[in-house]
């Protein structure tokens, strides 16, 4: 059973920075997305396991970096700049499939909560 542990939310002020990081017991392809109250659960970033082709929802290019560090089987979201509108709970998931739909993914985190104050 592959576990996903996320960490690194927390209350920040707009234009502030947040890093996430997700934990895997194993390599992944990795996704994070987030979930927002009364919102579907939409796609943030995207990594390949070997650490190639990140991709990024367009709401959030030139702000977040997904990166990861294989060594360590961490995948890590750098949130820069963050807006009112970013607030959500985050998710990390994982799976054979490198894909921006949430179903691609077969297991997921428990969340990690990101608030941001204006």
């Known amino acids: 059973q592959v576990q996903l542990v996320e960490s690194g939310g927390g209350l920040v002020q707009a234009g502030g920075s947040l890093r996430l990081s997700c934990v895997a017991s194993g390599r992944y392809n990795m996704g994070w997305f987030r979930q927002a109250p009364g919102k579907e659960r939409e796609f943030v970033a995207g990594?390949?396991?070997?650490?190639?082709?990140?991709r990024y929802a367009d709401s959030v290019k030139g702000r977040f970096t997904i990166s990861r560090d294989n060594a360590k089987n961490t995948v890590y979201l750098q949130m820069n700049n963050l807006k009112p509108e970013d607030a959500a709970v985050y998710y990390c998931a994982a799976g054979p499939r490198y894909s921006s739909i949430p179903e691609s993914y077969d297991y997921w985190g428990q969340g990690t909560q990101v608030t941001v104050s204006s």
């Open positions: 990594i390949m396991g070997t650490g190639a082709s990140p």
